[in-house]
């Protein structure tokens, strides 16, 4: 019953600071995307990827870098902190039923919370 | 303009009270819509899916007006557990990939 899992689920940086957030899934999804969600906004998308080895850039990529090296995981890092990146940050992923991508409904991760000091 | 926009609330009901929320979005060319539910630091939960119409579960009933660019949930029978922050999100194409757009949320509070 994991669906999506992220860890840590907190996290406090001090500005220049690196980490890396990871996403894991254990529903064989193809499907996996990074958001950010800021007070009065709605959720941004940061990375996507559509396949093990495959990443693409969203909305607002800058300042963040991912990797899918195996089809459960998509990771993403933060070279240099910024207190800009303080924010939470949701992990989501999806298929597509029948091959339509209407139909695509992402299932999300507890989420990260990350301040950036 | 914000490409799917809601009125962020709150709204406070009482329990049993009936509510509903309107989104716009501006892309015509959006095919598919979704309200999804997020609890205070939660994640955000599939609510309703909308491809055509309109859809209903229980007492939760979305519709969908293509030429007025707006969806809209209607919520019957409030109870107390659906308080709660209700995303509008719309299903895009730009940039040369498939994107949900989110709205910022309407938030409801539903009291005794």
């Known amino acids: 019953n994991a669906g999506v899992t992220q860890t840590p689920k907190f996290r406090v940086l001090k500005t220049g600071q690196s980490m890396t957030l990871l996403c894991a899934q254990d529903m064989n999804h193809e499907y996996m995307y990074w958001y950010r969600q800021d007070p009065g906004m709605g959720l941004r998308l940061i990375h996507y990827?559509?396949?093990?080895?495959?990443?693409a850039k969203g909305e607002v990529p800058d300042g963040y870098n991912v990797s899918r090296l195996k089809k459960q995981n998509f990771l993403l890092g933060l070279e240099s902190a910024a207190p800009s990146q303080t924010s939470v940050y949701f992990c989501?992923?999806?298929?597509?039923?029948?091959?339509?991508?209407?139909?695509?409904?992402?299932?999300f991760g507890a989420g990260t919370r990350l301040s950036v000091l | 303009r914000k490409e799917v926009e809601q009125d962020p609330g709150p709204f406070n009901v009482p329990e049993g009270a009936t509510v509903a929320f309107n989104c716009t979005y501006s892309?015509?060319?959006?095919?598919?819509f979704f309200w999804y539910r997020q609890d205070c630091r939660k994640e955000p939960k599939l609510l309703m899916s909308?491809?055509?119409s309109g859809n209903e579960d229980g007492r939760f009933t979305a519709q969908l007006n293509r030429a007025s660019q707006y969806i809209s949930l209607l919520i019957r029978d409030s109870k107390l557990s659906d308080s709660a922050t209700y995303l509008c999100v719309a299903l895009g194409f730009s940039g040369g990939y498939n994107k949900l757009i989110f709205g910022a949320g309407t938030r409801l509070a539903v009291h005794p």
């Open positions: 892309n015509s060319a959006s095919q598919s």
């Open positions: 990827s559509v396949g093990e080895g495959t990443t």
């Open positions: 909308v491809y055509s």
């Open positions: 989501a992923s999806s298929y597509v039923p029948d091959g339509s991508i209407i139909k695509n409904i992402q299932y």
